[in-house]
């Protein structure tokens, strides 16, 4: 990225200088003016590298080069003088004609009479063996002047010989690499290892981020001895991993060419460069070489408080399923990152309940200090009054793209203090779990308020008496995933009872599978054959779910197959199912079993022709050559026909990265007694009760219960109503990067990809007496755009590359069972509504006169509504399910 102008010339007139010189580095004539032309351009499109399809500019100049002073005690200590000269500004596409922005404009007008003054002042350059020892200009000259400035004087900066090293220049701080050959000299500079203060955030999780590539290379011509030209070409391109059409490239060229050299000015004598810089100009300072932050001024931009009276109406309930809901979300949420605690607290404190929880939303995922100190002073953890805006606080801190310590000491702090209701108690311990666990994965397991919180997990679930406090601490520890919180899931998973048990195994389900020990599987191995104590179906069901996962060996698979027969006749479907599922969708455990199956007293008639109606499928989806999502069902029942556990999941993968997108389980116990049936074997005594699991882009959420215990189940019934519960509903920031790079021109450029989306999740279960029937039912609403904006800014010209794509989706899973008679009818339907596609791109160039060229693209399609194929014992029970009931049909939601 340097390109150079740098002539150099034996000193000695006696003396033909090669590349391998006297001389290190850059070496000039004594008394001669070197006259170079150099220009920097930079163009931005969607990576596929045309020119006429791209927006940018250039700048070009002559530049003078003079030799001010060199050392008495060695050639390879030398002051030079750059001036810049002749500066015009042009559109890098020179097909733009009639509509660019800079006709009819000379550089005055485009750059400013005084920026033009600045940059054409003189810089000098101390060069000691080819690297830059210091770079002198003027003090208060603009910053962004001062970069085109350095990004011209780092070219200069070089050495003649092979090698890797570490050079300061506008870049900062990086890692460098020399090629020499007979002609040139290549120099490579390792963009990822610059040391350079800039801001800047990324979302973590590989589903969700940004794939982004930097290269940077300079060669160096040498013609007769002599440095004649420098080319330096800078790439910056970035991409969204699972939407690759979200992409886009920045390539920065410089160009510095020697023209001829005259006569010049004589050196100046002297042994110390400090007083040969005073004669030239006492005014000249030492400043840093590496490029400064600036902001370029923004002309008309409105306030914070105007641009939420702008986006308003768009967050309206009403209007959250729409995508100009989610657009406003995060436009609001970049304006949100600028403002100050006071401006908005005066916005929280003005707005009315019903547009609250969208604002909650919007100012905890701007995360910054002031938003948090403001969004933690209005909400009050001591009420009850306000337990929706508490929630909304907390998902939105649990699905944070790049929390801070700060965030995780803050809801420690609330969790020791007192609250208005229980629920928000639990929902602040589950977060801080997923807060430990984001903070670990990026490199923060060792903060204090990280090993704080995980000494309150752990310490909470050792001491906990109560059941809902040790539920609490599981589901913490679930999200968390703590090495250290095996033993202790071990122990739970093993000895306690029925929803505790069942919990501490799908936290265990949730590790990767280096943790799964043998230790852990040979627990798992006792729990599913019960070989100290009677569990329940679900227990044992996700026990043997953790073995098939996670390499099983081939006498675990051999005993769990030999197991199918001896079971419970619903459980033996269940596994049944979920093994021919592995073998279909080609799961890992596929090779371990089909090894065993060979077998015959594992692989018989009488082993794989278990009836019963629970079942298991996973299937795809969408599936792509980058990526792929896939969905799975599985349900477990009773021996009477009522649902015991019904499992939707998604997944999203890049490559073999998954993402568990979606996870709504829904659990019922206890219902035999409704319909006068006989409970399975060790459920004999289990409370009536329903509820509802949901994990949401790998967090789990707080369950939610429709009815626990058989008088809330019957007063629900008498007073149901036909809405199902809401169970995660919001706006969230779910990819969220930000990077400001400095450009070895001297630019200042910008990359940004953001992600939100509306979602809503409701689930119900529904029971007819009259008609011996149950329902479960689990809708998916999304509405998602994600936008990347990628600008190039000189602080006079700007050139900006906006692509963006939206989307809404709809997903209903419904689960229906006749248990009449038996074997039972099951119905099982997974729809998705019709997806409408937008894509939009946006291309423009601006001058900070307000004059503008503006490009726009748009393409749409319809991706057509489909069924999922789902495992179904009894197809004719599908047209049953939607045949018309007369109004007296005894039902409830719960």
Known sequence: MILLAVLFLCFISSYSASVKGHTTGLSLNNDRLYKLKYSTEVFLDRGKGNLQD???????SNVDVVLLWRSPDGDDDQLIQITIKDVKVENVNQQRGEKSIFKGKKPPQIIRKENLEALQRPVLLHLIHGKVKEFYSYQNEPPAIQNLKRGLASLFQMQLSSGTTNEVDISGDCKVTYQAHQDKVTKIKALDSCTIERSGFTTRNQVLGVTSKATSVTTYKIEDSFVVAVLAEEIH???LNFLQTIAGKIVSKQKLELKTTEAGPRLKSGKQVAAIIKAVDSKYTAIPIVGQVFQSECKGCSSLSQHWQSVRKHLQPDNLSKTEAVRSFLTFIQHLRMAKKEEILQILKAE??????QLVDAVTSAQTPDSLDAILDFLDFKSDSNIILQERFLYACGFASHPDEELLRAL?????????????RESVMIIIGALVRKLCQNEGCKLKAVVDAKKLILGGLERAEKKEDTMMYLLALKNARLPEGIPLLLKYAEAAEGPISHLAVTALQRYDAPFIT?????????????????HEKTVRTTAAAVILNNNPSYMEVKNILLSIGEL???MNKYMLSIVQDILRFEMPASKMIRRVLKEMVAHNYDRFSKSGSSSAYTGYIERGPHSASTYSLDILYSGSGILRRSNLNIFQYVGKTPLHAIQVVIEAQGLEALIAA???????????????SPLLFDVQLRPVTFFNGYSDLMSKMLSASSDPISVVKGLILLIDHSQELQLQSGLKANMEVQGGLAIDISGSMEFSLWYRESKTRVKNRVTVVITGDITVDSSFVKAGLEISAETEAGLEFISTVQFSQYPFLVCLQMDRDGIPYRQFETKYERLSTGRGYVSRKRKEILVAGSEFPLHQENSEMCKVVFAPKPESSSSGWF
């Not at 420690?412 to 928000?424: M, Q």
């Not at 043998?518 to 009677?534: G, S, W």
């Open 352 to 357: 009315n309940k019903d547009i609250l929880p």
């Open 412 to 424: 420690i702090s609330k969790f020791k203090g007192s609250f208005g209701s229980n629920d928000i």
């Open 678 to 692: 006989t409970p399975d074997e060790g459920e004999e005594n289990l409370d009536s009760y329903a509820g509802l």
């Open 518 to 534: 043998d230790e852990v599987k040979k627990t798992m191995n006792r729990i599913y054959h019960q070989t100290r104590k009677v």
């Open 237 to 239: 391109a970035l991409r």
């Open 54 to 60: 791209s927006v940018g500019y250039q700048i070009s």
């Open 568 to 570: 419970p006749q619903e």
